[in-house]
Structures are given as C-alpha cells and as structure tokens.
C-alpha cells in the first residue's frame, strides 16, 4: 500500500485512510464481541448482566477506584463439595449479619421503614449463592414474631421487616430441596412469649432438621462429621443470645458453645480482634465453633465493595492469631455479593483451603492426599468453579441498581439519621 501510495497520490492515500478506519471498526467490534453472551469470565470487562458466567455479575466498586464493570463474583463454592466427612467445626461458612434486612423489601406495616440496611437480595437467593448462616434479630411485635431492627429492645412499625415464619419457610424449602446442605441460624432474641420459638420453628416445619442441643459439644470438643450430620438430617443449628431458652425450649445459648469477635466497629479495625463481652477469650478451648464479625456499626452499600475486598483478608488473619491459631467457622458480613473482583468468596476459599488441606484455596485441595499436597487451578481470571447446587440470581448489579437511590438518602438525611441510628442500635 505504501508503494502505491508513493506513485498513485491522494487517491491511495484516501484508500489507505479508508482501509485503516475499516480495520479500526472491526476491531474494536471484533473486541467487544469477544466477550458476551455468558462468556465473560472472572475480571473480564463486562457492559450487561448476561455477559458474564455463572456465579457471576457485571458490576463495580467505585469506592476503590474501579468504575468500569468486569466480570464481579456472586456465588461461594462449598467446602464439602471438595473435600467431605470432616467435623463440622473444621469448615468454614459464609453468613450474613441482618440477613433479613434487605434493601427495598416493601413495607408491610403499611408505614414507611426508617431504618439501616444489610443485604440486597431474598434469603432464597443468599442461601441459593451460597450463604450458610443468618443472622436474624427476632421480637414479639403484633400478636407475632417479627424480624425487626431494634430501638432499646422494642419493634416498632418503622423499623419492622416481616413476620419470621416468612423467612424460616425459606429455610425450610431450601433444606428440602438440598438435602445434603446444612444451615446455621443465629438469632439476637427479644421474643417473651412463652414458648414462642419453639411454636414458630414447628409452625415453619423446620423441627424435622432440628440440632439437639443434647449433642452439641460443650467443651471445645470435635462436633458430629457433616456426613453424620446429613445422615441424622441433623442439618439446622439455632442459637439464641437468651440464655434461658436453653431449659425452657432446648435452644442453645449461643456463647456456651461459640466464640465471637466484638460487631460493628470494634471488629474492622485493622490488627485488632477483641473478644465480644458476652464470649469467652477467642482462645479460649471451652467451645469449639468462631464467629468473626466483619461490618461497620453504619452499613453503607456503597462502600461495602472496597471493606469486603483486601481489607477483609488482613481482618481474617488477624482474628486467627487471636483466636490462637484457629481459622473462623462463620465468616459474617454485610451485602456479601459486593467486592472489587472476589471478595468474601476469595476469602472463604482461602480460610477452607488452609484449614482443610494446607493450600492457598479450597479448589487445590485433593480427597486423600497428605496436608499441602495441592492441585494446580485455574488462574484467578477464570470463571471460579461454583458447586453449590443451587442457581444464581444475579440481582446485584453495582453499576446501575436501585441502592444507590437508597445511598444517596442516606446523605441527605444523615444529619437526623445518625443520632437516630446509634438510639436504634443500642
């Protein structure tokens, strides 16, 4: 073409133009093709919610500088799908603080919700991507149990969610529809009625997988194999912070059987793992299950991309070295599906992977092999293998969801709602 150009002047010079622009277009057409229609992979840039794989979203974090969409992970893989048959206490499992308090549930109270927000889609789908414990504060409010925030241990219209039994039926279905899957229920309990758990959890039909507590292990020792587990159909645990339910409803009194790093605030703060009041010293051996917290007091989706992301890994290892070397089991966040890349999900691979198999991610674990004896997996832009038998909903989309509509409320009424939401807290 230069030669031509070179004899044959403006004309071949304009063809020469218009072959480039030709070859300009292609690409960058050839490019965006490239990679859609379900075939984007991990980290890959992404422009609809259909262009990504399972387990996937098209999203992005802008509170750690990452506006353009990729490819954004969604969904966990569990541990024993990979390697199964070991104590319950020796896994590690993703739960959500206030699974219930999900932004843009409708208000059926019939009185506009004042309160703060956790997560962003139902508890089926949480639980379906993966989630393996909730996290549910419960109260006595219209002639019912409700899931509610709280103001000084009251329910009112304005901070109420839903009656329980909506959310335990959700439970109730999953378990029933996967039935090698075990669910751990954490309730913050403000129910007085007299035996008013025990008639909400046979009214859900949730006592045919009920944990007795009679087989808990009050000493630290090893629990039951999730083989075991499964088998007995074993496969709801529920603990109460109301000691008393232990006698009267055989509920377990959470901090007899598990420890628990300090919520909110307290428990993000970088080389800092302090043991919540009511739990024993997190090395402590007189129980053998951990809980770490890992949420702000004031939950803000906006930022929580960037604190479930790098920050989230250094809080993990901290809390092991002041848990005495012992890798949380319950890994509790807020709107668990925002990261900047892997998030939560990245992190839980990594805390099953050292725990069950010495390797940097559960995915290099072999059945069998000797400790550290670790499998080559795919490079971390590759779509994650997902097992969780379940299906993804793919409801968060960061780049263009209706939360943002909530964040920006929340600027414009924080002045009133600060005060209000540390009353709310208390």
Not at 115 to 134: A, H, I, K, P
Not at 210 to 233: H, I, L, Q, R, Y
Not at 242 to 256: N, T, V
Not at 330 to 350: H, S
Request: with cysteine; net charge negative; hydrophobic share 35%.
């Amino acid at each position: 073409m230069l030669a031509c150009c070179t004899y044959h002047g403006k004309k071949c010079r304009a063809a020469a133009d218009v072959l480039l622009l030709f070859f300009l277009i292609s690409t960058f057409f050839l490019g965006s093709s490239a990679c859609s229609g379900g075939n984007c992979q991990l980290l890959d840039s992404c422009s609809l919610p259909t262009d990504c794989g399972p387990g996937l979203y098209c999203g992005n974090c802008p509170a750690s500088g990452k506006t353009e969409p990729t490819c954004t992970r969604g969904q966990a893989i569990q541990p024993t799908s990979i390697i199964a048959g070991l104590p319950f206490n020796k896994y590690s499992w993703l739960v959500t603080h206030n699974s219930f308090s999900i932004v843009d549930a409708p208000p059926l109270t019939g009185i506009q919700r004042m309160t703060s927000y956790n997560q962003e889609d139902s508890v089926t789908n949480q639980l379906r991507n993966g989630v393996r414990g909730l996290m549910l504060d419960m109260y006595d409010f219209n002639n019912d149990i409700w899931l509610c925030h709280s103001m000084r241990g009251q329910c009112y219209d304005f901070t109420a969610f839903e009656p329980a039994i909506n959310t335990l039926k959700e439970v109730e279905t999953f378990l029933s529809e996967n039935p090698l899957e075990i669910v751990t229920i954490i309730i913050e309990d403000y129910v007085h009625t007299p035996k008013g758990l025990t008639k909400l959890f046979t009214d859900a039909g949730l006592l045919n997988y009920w944990f007795p507590v009679s087989n808990m292990p009050t000493k630290g020792e090893d629990w039951p194999t999730v083989t075991d587990m499964v088998a007995e159909n074993h496969r709801l645990l529920v603990f109460t912070s109301d000691a008393s339910k232990e006698a009267s409803e055989g509920i377990a009194y959470q901090w007899r059987f598990m420890l628990e790093n300090e919520p909110g605030d307290p428990g993000i703060v970088q080389g800092s793992c302090p043991n919540r009041k009511e739990s024993q010293p997190l090395n402590s051996r007189s129980a053998s299950l951990f809980l770490q917290n890992y949420f702000p007091t004031f939950p803000v989706e906006y930022e929580s991309c960037k604190e479930n992301s790098a920050a989230l890994v250094g809080m993990i290892g901290t809390c092991y070295k002041a848990a005495g070397n012992v890798m949380p089991n319950f890994l509790a966040v807020n709107f668990y599906m925002r990261n900047d890349g892997e998030g939560v999900f990245d992190a839980l691979d990594r805390m099953n992977g050292f725990t069950l198999c010495g390797c940097t991610t559960v995915s290099a674990c072999q059945v069998g092999a000797p400790m550290g004896s670790c499998k080559e997996t795919a490079s971390t832009n590759r779509t994650p293998t997902t097992r969780t038998g379940g299906s993804f909903s793919g409801y968060v989309q960061l780049s263009g969801s209706t939360s943002q509509n909530h964040f920006s409320d929340w600027f414009i009424l924080k002045p009133f709602c600060l005060p209000l939401m540390a009353f709310l807290l208390l």
